[in-house]
């Protein structure tokens, strides 16, 4: 039973882990585009002598861009959020199956001490039908 539930924590470890190395993806991929994007601020122009609605046009493109940049920094937040979480649990689960490899180990131990005490008993009992026979 100890066995079960300590294969169980491990795989629940195992699972949170894949949790984690998705959403630390996720962040990456976030930080890529919020680059991106701000590249794309910084070098998007108009002509030189291009008319003035072209800088208008620069305007409302420049702030869609920053907006879309704050709502991938919001997501990012989340995503951070949710990543602690995680981390947390996984220090639980791993406290957890610590536990479960620590009574599994004394439950190996407690069966080794029986069988050698078997043995020993056994041994004992030969020894003194020898001598009795003796």
Same mark, same amino acid.
Not at 2 to 20: A, F, R, S, V
Not at 27 to 45: A, G, P, R, V
Not at 59 to 64: D, E, F, L, Q, V
Not at 115 to 123: D, F, P, W
């Given at each position: 039973?100890?066995?079960?539930?300590?294969?169980? $924590?491990?795989?629940?470890?195992?699972? $949170?882990?894949?949790?984690? @190395?998705?959403?630390m993806?996720?962040?990456?991929?976030?930080?890529?585009?919020?680059?991106? %994007?701000?590249?794309?601020? %910084?070098?998007?122009? =108009?002509?030189?002598y291009?008319?003035i609605s072209?800088?208008? =046009?620069l305007?409302?493109?420049?702030?869609?861009m $920053?907006?879309?940049? @704050?709502k991938?920094?919001?997501?990012?937040?989340? *995503?951070?959020?949710? *990543?602690e =979480?995680?981390?947390?649990?996984?220090i639980?689960?791993q406290k957890? %199956?610590e536990?479960?490899?620590?009574?599994l180990?004394?439950? $190996?131990?407690?069966?080794l001490?029986? =069988?050698? *005490? *078997?043995?020993?008993?056994?041994?004992?009992?030969?020894m003194?039908?020898?001598?009795?026979? @003796?």
């Open positions: 039973m100890i066995e079960k539930l300590y294969n169980l $924590k491990k795989t629940q470890t195992d699972q $949170k882990m894949m949790q984690k @190395g998705q959403i993806i996720k962040i990456n991929h976030l930080d890529d585009e919020i680059m991106f %994007t701000q590249n794309k601020i %910084t070098t998007t122009s =108009v002509q030189k291009g008319a072209d800088f208008a =046009v305007a409302i493109h420049r702030n869609t $920053k907006a879309h940049i @704050g991938l920094e919001n997501e990012k937040i989340s *995503l951070h959020s949710q *990543l =979480v995680i981390v947390k649990e996984i639980e689960l957890e %199956t536990q479960y490899k620590y009574m180990d004394e439950q $190996k131990q407690e069966e001490r029986r =069988v050698l *005490l *078997l043995e020993e008993e056994a041994s004992n009992e030969y003194q039908s020898k001598y009795n026979q @003796g």
